[in-house]
């Protein structure tokens, strides 16, 4: 597609349960960020992918988060046993790679826990 | 380590007043550094970095690599500037600072 796409858009789901978000990098970036934007938190890096590979997984708040890219394309994140502290706009972005270009990001995928 | 500081969360003006939203960051090696901005109920979209050296909307950032800082400044701010606004840092990955509210009053 011609940008970014996450979903689902808004999510709404109970404690405790499991969450999948999902995003669609620009074809052919190489580079796909996952940020969490929160209240007076601004945007908190979680995970960013080269290719299908994850060099930096330091964001990621607990073991509860975990995020896949597979055929240098699509990301997936997944959140286990969700808490409400958990609730935030999860944000994607992907880039070209290297030094080359900005950041193009996605509407971002709204998730409350109840 | 990379670090990106955004001191100021709130900033009012009138419309015609200067504005200034002050970046400052840390990182060893030779940064790369942005502005981006989030109208509202919009996504996140680049205003301008800093290897472009251009005028975005009346916006101009000079990366001050002494002071470490990446100031974002417009001499006449419009209602329509009114946003979000975030620095960023590309060093090994790309950070945000915390963002800064621009409210340009009438």
């Known amino acids: 597609g011609a940008g970014v796409s996450q979903s689902p858009s808004n999510k709404v789901t109970e404690k405790g349960k499991d969450v999948e978000l999902r995003c669609d990098p620009i074809?052919?970036?190489?580079?796909l960020y996952w940020y969490r934007q929160s209240l007076g938190q601004g945007l908190e890096f979680l995970i960013y992918f080269q290719g299908n590979s994850a060099p930096d997984k330091s964001g990621l708040p607990s073991d509860r988060f975990s995020a896949e890219r597979t055929g240098g394309s699509v990301s997936t994140l997944t959140i286990q046993r969700t808490q409400q502290e958990d609730s935030a706009v999860y944000l994607c972005a992907s880039s070209p790679g290297g030094q080359r270009g900005g950041y193009t990001f996605g509407s971002g995928t709204r998730l409350t826990v109840v | 380590a990379q670090r990106v500081t955004q001191p100021e969360k709130l900033l009012s003006v009138f419309k015609g007043a200067p504005v200034e939203l002050k970046c400052n960051y840390s990182y060893s090696g030779s940064p790369e550094l942005f502005w981006y901005v989030q109208y509202s109920r919009q996504r996140l979209q680049l205003l301008l970095r800093?290897?472009s050296r251009e005028s975005i909307k009346g916006f101009t950032a000079d990366l001050n690599k002494g002071e470490t800082s990446f100031h974002l400044k417009k001499p006449f701010a419009q209602e329509e500037d009114s946003a979000m606004y975030y620095c960023?840092?590309?060093?090994?990955?790309?950070?945000f600072g915390k963002g800064m509210k621009l409210t340009v009053n009438p």
């Open positions: 960023a840092l590309r060093g090994e990955k790309l950070v």
């Open positions: 074809s052919g970036h190489t580079a």
């Open positions: 800093h290897i």
